[in-house]
Every structure is written in structure tokens, then in C-alpha cells.
């Protein structure tokens, strides 16, 4: 009796045993670590990292709690997601374009610093050729700070393009993103294709500060298709300008949305419309109590400004 008691307990340990190490290769397959990679500099290092998690349908690829320096673009592969660690910096050092996201691919927890006075890129860049459309897919960016100590006010904070047949940004979200120091913070930006069309629309922006930046938020399109930029949400803004900056926003598009505050106006020194609506804006509504009408020019139809 005691040897059959005694097997079924080794039978069980073995048992559990297997069943740990599966669930452990399961979650090992889950994450990965840039770590764990070899690379020429750390750029190449993060992006052997993601192009492996991409190439074995992996979902995430955890950055490491130290300084990492950045030199050369970065590259979120679809379905890829890049976890920064609270402790994980990006140090910028050179000009081009840091971090660029393919549809279904998402960064959370990233912090940016430029440090180099000749950055004139962009910072987070989508671009509609990916086609990230359709309320199902998960290209997300969260909790972001994008900051230019180089005191340079150049580049751009967050970029979206669209302009070539059916290049469309829908349905993404960027949630808890701050600016500092960038020439402009966020820009969309829609161009008439050859042929078709190209959209910048659904898009939402929640809890989004804007500091020090020249330009705060900057759209461009047609009023509607053959290139639009519509029906975008900004919400709980923040915006802080500086004796540097010229404008807050500059709209085209319809139906776009505007809700929270700007502080401190009077340090926009040049006395110029801070807020334009273009001839190409339709049906845009702006919530922003502290702004005076003198401070703004409308060319558009149909805009309504909250006060």
C-alpha cells in the first residue's frame, strides 16, 4: 500500500511539474526581453527584438528599467506591442523619424527625450499606407511623454499621414500622452491622393498635455474626401504655451472636437490669432473656455466655439 501511495505521488509531481513547465514556455512566448537580444547599438538591438516577436507571432517585447540611446528609427511591427519599463528612457540622438507603428502594433509606458539639437523628425509617426482601420484593431499608445531638452523647439511630438489610394488612420487611440519642447505636438495631416482616398478620421485623444511646443496642434485636409481629416476627439486637453509658442490650433477638416483648457496666454507675446479656423474646417467645436474671440479667426462654415 505504501509503494502505491508513494508512485502516485511521484505520478502527481510529475504531472504538476509538466504542467508548470508548459504554462512557463506559454508565458515565456508571450514576452519577450530586448535583453536577451544582441544588436550593434541599442536601436538594433530593440528592432531584432520586435522583428523576432513579429516573425513568432509573439505579442510583447519588454524594454529593461535603464537609458536606452536611440540613433536610427524604430519600427512596431504588426501585432507587436513595445512595453517600457517605468524606468525606461529613450535618449535621442541624431534626426529621423524615432518610432513609427504598423496597424495592430502598440506602445505603452514609452518615454522620449530629444537631446540633440539637430532632431527635425517626428517623434510617434503613423502613416495611412498600413491602413489601420475598422473599430477591432488594437494599434493603441498610452501613457506617453515626449519631451526636447535640447531647447531646440524642433520636430514633431505625434504625426499622422495619409496620402495615397484608400490610406486611412481610423479607430486609434493615444490616452495619457504629454508634449514638451516639440515644434509641433500633433499634426495630422491628409493630402489629395492620385487616385481614391485618403482619411484621417475617428481618431480620439484623451487626456492629452501640450508644453512649450511652437505649433500645439496642427490639421490639414480638405473640408471632405478626396482627403479628410474628420471627426477626430481631443478630450481633457491640457495646454501650456511659451514665450515660443505662435499657435494652438490650426484646423481643417469637419466635425473635429476641442475640449479642455489653455493657461497662461499671455505668454503667446506676438498677439496673433492663436486659433485658426482654415477654409477648409466644417462643423469643428471648440471647448476651451479661456480662449478670447480676439485671439481667434474663423474662415470656415459652421465652426462653434464653447466659451
Known amino acids: 500500500m505504501k509503494k502505491i501511495i508513494g508512485l502516485s505521488i511521484c505520478i502527481v509531481l510529475i504531472v504538476f511539474l509538466i504542467f508548470q513547465q508548459k504554462h512557463s514556455i ?26 523576432h516577436a513579429k516573425a513568432n507571432k509573439l ?14 528609427p524604430i519600427i512596431v511591427r504588426k501585432g507587436v506591442k513595445l512595453q517600457f519599463g517605468y524606468g525606461t528612457k529613450f535618449i535621442v540622438k541624431g534626426n529621423f523619424r524615432v518610432l513609427e507603428l504598423e496597424r495592430n502594433a502598440s506602445i505603452e509606458g514609452a518615454y522620449v ?57 481610423s479607430f486609434v487611440n493615444f490616452e495619457n500622452i504629454k508634449v514638451a519642447g516639440m515644434e509641433t505636438g500633433v499634426k495630422l495631416i491628409a493630402e489629395e491622393p492620385s487616385s481614391g482616398k485618403a482619411w484621417i478620421n475617428a481618431n480620439r485623444f484623451l487626456n492629452l498635455s501640450l508644453e512649450d511646443c511652437v505649433n500645439m496642434i496642427y490639421i490639414d485636409s480638405n473640408s471632405t474626401i478626396p482627403n479628410e481629416v474628420s471627426g477626430n476627439q481631443f478630450t481633457n486637453l491640457q495646454i501650456q504655451p511659451s514665450g515660443k509658442t505662435k499657435s494652438i490650433l490650426k484646423i481643417s477638416g469637419q466635425y473635429n472636437n476641442f475640449e479642455g483648457m489653455v493657461w497662461d496666454l499671455d505668454k503667446v507675446t506676438l498677439q496673433n490669432e492663436v486659433i485658426e479656423f482654415t477654409e477648409n474646417s466644417m462643423g469643428t ?23
Open 59 to 72: 505579442k510583447t517585447v519588454m524594454l529593461d528599467d535603464r537609458k536606452y540611446t536611440i540613433s536610427s
Open 26 to 51: 506559454s508565458n515565456h512566448k508571450e514576452k519577450i526581453y530586448v535583453e536577451d537580444f544582441k544588436g550593434a547599438n541599442d536601436s538594433a538591438k530593440i528592432q531584432a527584438a520586435i522583428d
Open 113 to 169: 527625450v530629444i537631446n540633440d539639437a539637430e532632431f527635425n523628425s517626428e517623434v510617434i509617426y503613423l502613416d495611412g499606407k498600413y491602413k489601420y482601420y475598422n473599430t477591432w484593431n488594437k494599434t493603441h499608445v498610452k501613457d506617453v511623454n515626449i519631451i526636447n531638452w535640447s531647447e531646440s523647439n524642433q520636430g514633431t511630438g505625434i504625426s499622422f499621414y495619409a496620402g495615397g489610394k484608400e490610406h486611412e488612420i
Open 285 to 307: 467645436t471648440i471647448d476651451i473656455p479661456s480662449l478670447p474671440m480676439s485671439r481667434i479667426t474663423d474662415r470656415g462654415q459652421a465652426n462653434i466655439l464653447n466659451q
